[in-house]
């Protein structure tokens, strides 16, 4: 099984909360991580990835921070919440080279 | 040139209609690539990959042009259930790159 976890499925944050995004993985060990970002309109933005406990990759300058605590386990934090960080936030793996990516079925955040 | 472009449509087809679109990319060291569907709201799925030959998976055939480098997508004896976004994927140099999607609508 490939399966990806993310909750919570939607989310509404007042400006300057904090934010915690959990996504947890089924299957082979020592994944390939990554945090995506689509804004409302646009493509997918890819935010961090990470290819195994405790080893961060960013790809944006942004308020936003991620660690992996575990080998099964990917987290997506800010400290303080902007308007811009609305966005629905998904959570993908490495398949293999003909596989592509599987997704996660994401989080809706509104900032408000 | 952007890395990785696509029509955004939408393209508005009648059912049974065959559809086609394109993805360019620039980079020519490109390795893989795929093409994703995304229902709204929801999150991308994987369709299909894209091999250098072409292939088909029933009424869907994608194909590679490298000289090109676009890949195509064609839908054939199109269905309602086939509105969705279509997503290009691009892997290569260690990155990969999503379009941002060609919107479908089929039509009753």
């Known amino acids: 099984s490939q399966t990806i976890h993310q909750w919570p499925a939607t989310l509404v944050q007042p400006v300057g909360s904090p934010l915690s995004l959990e996504c947890t993985v089924e299957?082979?060990?020592?994944?390939?991580l990554y945090w995506y970002r689509q804004a409302a309109g646009r493509g997918l933005q890819l935010l961090f990835y990470s290819v195994g406990i405790g080893q961060i990759s960013s790809e944006v300058p942004q308020n936003l921070s991620a660690s992996r605590p575990q080998d099964r386990q990917f987290i997506l934090s800010s400290k303080k919440l902007l308007l811009s960080d609305s966005g629905f936030y998904l959570c993908a793996r490495k398949s293999g080279t003909d596989y592509g990516y599987t997704f996660g079925s994401g989080t809706r955040l509104t900032v408000v | 040139r952007k890395e990785v472009e696509q029509d955004p449509g939408p393209f508005n087809v009648p059912e049974g209609a065959t559809v086609a679109f394109n993805c360019t990319y620039s980079n020519s060291a490109s390795q893989s690539f795929f093409w994703y569907r995304q229902d709204c709201r929801k999150e991308p799925k994987l369709l299909m990959s894209v091999y250098s030959s072409g292939n088909e998976d029933g009424r869907f055939t994608a194909q590679l042009n490298r000289a090109s480098q676009y890949i195509s997508l064609l839908i054939r004896d199109s269905k309602l259930s086939d509105s969705a976004t279509y997503l290009c994927v691009v892997l290569g140099g260690g990155k990969i790159i999503f379009g941002k999607g060609t919107r479908l609508h089929i039509l009753p």
């Open positions: 299957g082979t060990s020592n994944p390939n």
